[in-house]
Every structure is written in C-alpha cells, then in structure tokens.
C-alpha cells in the first residue's frame, strides 16, 4: 500500500508538474496588423511556455486566415472566445473604444490573465471599472506599453539609482515611417485597411490628429515619462502643434520637470525612437528599436560625471517581454502592475491628449492636406 | 607669403577664447604682441563678449587695432560698433561657440541644410550647457547656430524657460514647425544639434564644444540612404582666428555684427 500510495503520489506530483510545464492557451480579440505582425510573431518565439488556441476578428475571413497560420480556433465573437475552455490567456487588440467592456468580459469569464493593448480605457471612470473588476475576480491584467517590458529599460531601472529624483528635462522623440513597411518584414498582412485621407487644415482633424498622436504614438513613452515625474498629476500643456503627414510637437511641465514629445511619420526608412531623461549631474538615455520588426531590445545608456553604462542591447524586445510576463501571471507567478500605476497611466496619457487637442494653435494652420494619417486609431503598436 | 598678425588678449577673453593655444596652432598668422619685436598696438585684440563688450571693442578699435575677436558675445546694443568698425576700416569677428565651427563656414553644409529645410516637415534643435550657464545666453548661442545654418526662423514665441533650460517654438516657411530646447547639464557634452526631419528623410548637424577639436558631425539621410560629410578637427576659436586673419588679408568686410543684430533680433520678439 504505501508503496502504492507512493506510487499515487509520484504520478499526481508528475501530472502537476506536466501541467505546469504545458503551453498556456491564448486568445486574442482582434487580428489586424498588430496582431498578425507583432504578437503571433512574438508568440512563436515562445511556443514552450504559450500556445495560440483562438483568434476572434469582426472579418471571418481575416479571423479564419490568421487563426490558419498557428492552427487556431476562429469566430467573430467575443463571447464564442471566452467561452473557449482551451483559452487561458485574453489579449485585447481591438480598436480602443471596445477595449475596456472586452477587458471586464475577459476577468469575468475566469480568464488567467489579460493584456489589453494601450490605452486600456478612454477614461479615468472606465479604468476605476476595469481596475475593480480585476480586484473582484483576481484576474491580472497587463497593459501592452511595451517599452516598459522592455529588457533594455528594466536594466536601465535596475541600474539608475537616484536619477528619477534628480530628473529635470524629460525628451521623447519618435521618427518612424508608416506601419505597413515593417508589418511587411515581420509577416504578411491580410486585411489591411488603407488610411482615409485628411484635410489637415480642418481644426477638428488636427485636433483629433494630436489626441490621435498621444494616446496612440506618444503613449508608448508616456509612462516612462512618468516615472521620472514626480508631480505627474500637475501636468500642463504649455505647446502643442501637428507635423505633417503625422507627428506632433508638444511642449508640457509637471512641476519642476519639462517634457518635450516630439514625432514624426515621414518616409523616411531609418527609425529613430530616442527617450531621454537629463537631471543636472545624470542622464538616461534610450534607443529603442522600432515597433513590428522584432530587432531585439532597446539599449540604453546611463551618463554621470563623465562616465557612461552602456545597457544591452539584448534579444528579445518589450512584446515578448509583455507574454513572458503575462505567462508568470497565468501561472500565478510574478505580481502585475498595481492598478494605481495603469489607472495613473492613463490618466496622465489622457490628461495630455485632452489638453494638447484644446490648446492647438489655429495660427498655425496652413494650406496642405494630410494623407494617410491615423488621428484616432492606433498608430504603432 | 603670409601676413603675421601681433595680437593681445585681455585676461577674460584669454580664458573663453583659449587665445594662447590658438595663437599657438597658427604660427605663421598670428604671435602674441608681448613677443611681436615692435610690441606697439596690437594687430588684433581679443575682447571678452560679457555685458559692455561692444564698446570695449569699440575702443580697441579706437586704440587702432585691425581687427577685433570677441569670445561668446551677449546679446547687446550693436549701434555704435556698426558705425566704428566701418569708418576705422577694422574688422570685428565674433568666436561663438558652436556658430563658428568650420562645419558651418562653408557652403558645403549650408548647402545641404537649404535641401532638406526645402522638405522639412519638422525643425527640432537642442543645445546643452553645462551648469553655471545662463539660459538666456544659451539662447542666443543657440539662435546664433540656427541663423548661421540659413535657416529662416519666424513667428518664434518662448514657451517655458527656467534655470534648467527652456523652449522657443517657431516656424520655417511654409509654416512647418520648429521647436528649440536649451538643456542645463553636466551629464551631456556641450553641444547644439540640429535636426531636420524631411518628408523621406532627415539633415542632422551637432556642433561640439570647442574646448577640443572635437569634428562637427553633419550626417544626410535620404530615400538612396545616407551620407555623413567629412570630419573637420577643428576648434571654432580657431576657425575664428583664421577668419580675422583672411578679412584681414584680403580686405573682405566680415557680417559678423550684421548675423548678431539678427540674433538679437529673435531675441527681442521672445521678450516682447
């Protein structure tokens, strides 16, 4: 008997632990360029830890076509993926305005865990909501701002000491061209909607191109421009204005901090995606690798007193970081941001964007019409 | 065979323009009046650009000097110099840090920036100083590096400025934008760049301190791909002192103090 209740006990131990060792199942709410570009190719690099089970899109044939290529289950559905038992993971790379009630839907199905792509709300009331309902189920939920994964910045963290304290001058400059000419080095895109043409000159489409450049391009930077700020919640918009085809120039103070933000979509084929933060005696500095082309991680450079630490670059950059982490969650390993920090987040994203789109400057505007621009949707995730 | 100049150099001018080991890397243009067989009026006289310097220069040229070099000059009324320096026949040169480097001298890279400010569709620009600077000088070396560019600079307003630095926001023609950081620090050289961001590419010039010859670095991206111009060591102090040399020579008139009065100009619409 006790040799049998030995044995009993070793086959439950190794069933657990062939659990534990078992791919984790993944279900992503939107199939678009993102998707297609970014997170499958992102996930096939880690086929030991999580496995694609079902792909929902609003077109079947783009649901059917992505969901072929990793062997997945397919529907235009929200409901029909969560109630996939083989779906332990949610990702949530729909259109902005579903990502909050999908977010909610998904920790109320019993989900493991939860990425939603940024911003995770469109409010501070929306994220009040998401962040109670993740507190009632128990369900993590990570939001996809991917430089914060990235493994370039974690070391830099790691490595700052007391620079965040010491921060006056906050920079974060993007120069990248439009989406399509990386998505078609990472993968090959179905379902690609061509970009409406703008007239750049009406108010109303710059004012929508600068909430459109916050909460979908400058938000990748924005909360590591707030960890450097220290009175975030004082934030003020002192300048804000449009580049054409797409990009901005917004001047901002929180505090004693000054925060430049800086973009531009052009043609150009050389990226450029620079985050600084300068204190008077010590310096951070970023470079990080273009969204799409997985060209591995960020490097950053620490400056004082004549000295520089050169950090990374190492091989894998802040997506795949991101499902390393929501991996640890599902498995009830690692602790998720605090809801305060992703409720500031976006908070902080949201203040700037309202502000910047009401202080435009109508002097400004002049003949010329903007085309391919992507005001309201996601720019570069 | 070339013509040596005698040449003095008040303490604080000394200091700022590193006038000794200038004089040094250009034997044969310059020597040091002290060491000159017949010490009388200098040749060239270096003044020190803090506040009062167009009136010391002035009356260096008043003494009879030729020609005149004042180091990181302050933004100041330039009427009486302008009228002095013309009707002794003297000329006055301006060793400013950045806008004097040889990068910008010829028309090599002034070239190339008027290509890409034709395509530009934004202008960001920045320039570090260590602590201990006044932003408003900073500003105005700044300006000085943007006008000395060719690039024509409108509508600028003063968006924020503070001890750590400050923004100008301004327009190129065709109203495309342009921002101007200044950033106090020590954890970053002292540099200004410039970058032009153009509808397939971009121009990006960064000017070095020139406590050492340190080369500017002038770098072209477009559709074909991407060129960066040859590197120059040398400082803009002795860039400077070539030039003073060659007006000097040839009988060239420098606008030098015609370039400064468009400086203080941008300065005056931000304070007014």
Known sequence: MQCSSDYKEVIILSSEQQASRAPLGVGILGAGPVTQAIHLPSLARLRDILEVRHIMDVDLAVAESVAGRVGAHFSTSMEELLADPDVDIVAICSPHQFHAAQVIASCRAGKKAVLCEKPFAMSGEEAAGISAVSAETGVPIIVGAMHTFDPGWLAAEEAWEDLPEKVHTIRSSIVLPPNPRFEDFATEIVGRVPMPDRDSTDPEVIKAMLKGGVMGLAIHDLPLVRRFTRDFASVEVLHAEIARPFGYVISLRAGDVTIELRAAMNATWEPSWVFEAIGNDAALKIDFTPSYVHAGSATAQIRKAGQTTVLGPFGHNGYEGEWRKLAELARGTGRPPSAETLIHDLEFALAIAESAASRFDTARVDAGTASGTTADEEINA | ?272
Request: aromatic share 2%; with cysteine.
């Open chain 2, 1 to 272: 065979m070339t013509t040596q100049l005698s040449v003095s150099a008040d303490p604080q001018a000394e200091a700022s323009g590193a006038v000794s080991a200038v004089v040094a890397s250009l034997p044969l243009s310059f020597a040091t009046a002290a060491g000159t067989p017949d010490a009388g009026t200098p040749d060239v006289v270096a003044v020190a650009g803090h506040a009062g310097w167009a009136e010391r220069a002035a009356e260096a040229i008043r003494s009879g000097a030729k020609g005149v070099v004042v180091s990181a000059p302050v933004a100041e009324d330039l009427a009486g110099l302008t009228a002095t320096a013309p009707a002794a026949g003297s000329v006055v040169v301006l060793d400013q840090q950045w806008a004097g480097n040889v990068a910008l001298v010829g028309t090599n890279v002034r070239g190339a920036i008027a290509g890409a400010i034709n395509e530009a569709v934004l202008l960001d620009s920045v320039a570090v100083a260590p602590p201990g600077t006044d932003p408003l000088h900073l500003l105005t070396e700044h300006l000085a590096v943007i006008l000395q560019c060719g690039i024509d600079l409108q509508d600028v307003r003063l968006i924020q400025r503070s001890g750590n630095g400050y923004t100008v926001a301004g327009v190129l023609a065709g109203g495309v934008p342009a921002a101007l950081q200044g950033i106090i620090t020590s954890a970053l050289p002292s540099t200004a760049s410039v970058s032009i961001l153009t509808s397939a590419g971009r121009a990006d010039v960064v000017l070095p301190d020139p406590a050492a010859a340190w080369p500017a670095e002038v770098r072209m991206v477009t559709a074909e791909g991407a060129t960066t111009l040859p590197t120059l060591y040398e400082s803009s102090h002795r860039t400077t002192w070539s030039r003073v040399h060659s007006h000097l020579s040839s009988g060239t008139p420098a606008n030098d103090l015609a370039r400064f009065m468009a400086v203080t100009s941008l300065l005056s619409q931000l304070n007014s």
